[in-house]
Nanobody, 130 residues
């Protein structure tokens, strides 16, 4: 069982930055791939970024490539999402998710589909004003 708690959301002007954090409980954080997803009002939940259990592989949605960076600190059971050059289109509730690794390969791909994830946080609101 993994419990996830997101933090770092808030209100920011367009062009600004935010850093989201997700703290995970449990002693096996390093066994989990981690992902960030978002859901805007009236829209479906979409993948934003993901990182595999070792940190060696990442995935980014096209909409955030070059602006967002996902990272993890296995010693602190934490995953971060650095978001730069924010636009109003980034406004959404952002969710952290965890998925147990499939293999012991350090180059295992980072899962990008919400259906693949086993545990979810409660979400943190990000609002970008124009």
């Amino acid at each position: 069982q993994v419990q996830l708690v997101e933090s770092g959301g808030g209100l920011v002007q367009a062009g600004g930055s935010l850093r989201l954090s997700c703290a995970a409980s449990g002693r096996t954080f390093s066994s989990y791939a981690m992902g960030w997803f978002r859901q805007a009002p009236g829209k479906e939940r979409e993948s934003v970024a993901a990182i595999n259990w070792s940190g060696a592989r990442t995935y980014y949605a096209d909409a955030v490539k070059g602006r967002f960076t996902i990272s993890r600190d296995n010693a602190k059971n934490t995953v971060h999402l650095q978001m730069n050059s924010l636009t109003p289109e980034d406004t959404a509730v952002y969710y952290c998710a965890a998925k147990i690794r499939r293999t012991y390969s350090m180059t295992e791909s980072a899962p990008s589909s919400a259906d693949e994830y086993d545990y979810w946080g409660q979400g943190t609101q990000v609002t970008v004003s124009s």
